[in-house]
């Protein structure tokens, strides 16, 4: 059974930043790639940033290039999301996802946090 814990949230002016935990923990053989979604009141759950473990690959939202950086420690099975210049827009409840196998098979599996707010507001 496999926890994600995310945690970091808060409110903050519009400007300001904040720094997104999640931890993962319980039966992993791996992790092939660890990310976070948004999901704002009356919105879709959209996707915020990717990192793949093996080389760090990134990848991002338009909406949030140049301002946001993923990053992850890998023996530590915890990614991170820091979040600068922060606008309205992107308040929002953060989940945490990790793709992970369980063995050298390559079936791979999902898990899901259960979610950080971010409130953006003066």
């Known amino acids: 059974q496999v926890q994600l814990v995310e945690s970091g949230g808060g409110l903050v002016q519009p400007g300001g930043s904040l720094r997104l935990s999640c931890a993962a923990s319980?039966?992993?053989?791996?992790?092939?790639?660890m990310g976070w979604y948004r999901q704002a009141p009356g919105k879709q759950r959209e996707l915020v940033a990717t990192?793949?473990?093996?080389?760090?690959?990134?990848n991002y939202a338009d909406s949030v290039k140049g301002r946001f950086t993923i990053s992850r420690d890998n023996a530590k099975n915890t990614v991170y999301l820091q979040m600068n210049s922060l606008r309205p827009e992107d308040t929002a409840v953060y989940y945490c996802?990790?793709?992970?196998?369980?063995?050298?098979?390559?079936?791979?599996?999902?898990?899901w946090g259960q979610g950080t707010q971010v409130t953006v507001s003066s």
């Open positions: 990192i793949i473990t093996s080389g760090g690959s990134t």
């Open positions: 319980g039966t992993i053989f791996s992790i092939t790639a």
């Open positions: 996802n990790a793709r992970f196998r369980r063995s050298y098979s390559y079936i791979e599996y999902d898990a």
